[in-house]
């Protein structure tokens, strides 16, 4: 059961009394309003999963969360209030064989960014000479472990460890090189889909839509919802795309063929009126 009529919002608090956590922040919003408090909803993203292949938390779209602000006075500052509650919110965590390579997947998307496309010529040879002295730190230290180790194993285990290793290591530089050919650099190296990236693939439609609005002069403010933006925007297609937008990021609704051509042709519309606007 989900809130709707002329007045979502109201329906929301005496009827449904359950919903998303948009509903929760806007209706406490309103309710502190009535009394003369100051308060003010806030978009952003809740969490995110800590990811120690990269050392950094990664942030998927589905942490995306909305909450409230109250001013206090007397301190004259902005406090953090959450109405929506914590139930069903279950801890993110990736485990097994699948989960620990998607991890250094994304670990790698990052060195990527960080250390190619966002630097300059030279700190890409500052890296090029910090990976050389690793590598030669590596190599020495593998010299000491197999002197080491010598004794301990048969003449014919050692070459032949070397040999499969060493052909494995030239079969996957040759995988990996052939995927960035044909993907590219980003979708060559990051070989795993991670949910972030299934989540963001299904409500495309909704981001195209916020560009051609952008094109006709049309923005989203930050204190809008979506359904307020369409609204305010007063363009019929707009509003029957921003629906399924909530059917789909917030519902867990899928498209049905029919329905995402409808959605391409109402995206269609909106396009030639720019242009013969």
């Excluded at 019929?236 to 795309?241: H, T, Y």
């Amino acid at each position: 059961m989900k809130a709707g009529g002329p007045d979502p919002l109201s329906d929301f608090l005496f009827n449904v009394r359950a919903g998303h956590c948009e509903y929760y922040a806007t209706a406490m919003a309103v309710m502190l309003r009535t009394q003369g408090i100051a308060s003010r909803v806030v978009n952003g993203f809740l969490g995110g999963e800590f990811n120690e292949a990269a050392g950094a938390y990664t942030v998927r779209q589905s942490d995306a969360h909305s909450w409230v602000e109250v001013y206090f006075p007397q301190t004259s500052s902005w406090v953090t209030f959450d109405p929506t509650p914590s139930a069903g919110r279950a801890p993110r965590e990736r485990s097994g064989l699948t989960g620990y390579l998607s991890k250094y997947s994304e670990a790698l998307e990052l060195m990527w960014f960080q250390y190619v496309v966002g630097y300059d010529k030279q700190e890409q040879r500052s890296l090029v000479t910090s990976v050389r002295r690793e590598l030669f730190d590596l190599r020495q230290w593998s010299v000491r472990k197999l002197e080491q180790s010598r004794g301990l194993l048969p003449r014919i285990v050692t070459p032949a460890l070397i040999g499969l290793l060493s052909v494995s290591a030239v079969l996957m530089a040759l995988f990996v090189r052939g995927r960035v050919r044909q993907f590219g650099w980003r979708r060559g190296v990051k070989i795993w889909q991670t949910r972030s990236d299934h989540e963001t693939s299904r409500v495309e439609f909704y981001k195209r839509l916020l560009e051609l609005l952008k094109k006709q002069g049309l923005m989203r403010e930050a204190s809008q919802t979506p359904l307020e933006f369409a609204s305010a925007a007063g363009i019929n297609e707009a509003q029957a795309i921003t629906t399924a937008y909530y059917r789909v990021r917030f519902g867990e609704e899928k498209l049905t063929a029919s329905e995402r051509t409808q959605i391409e042709e109402l995206l269609s519309r909106i396009e030639q009126s720019r242009k013969n606007g």
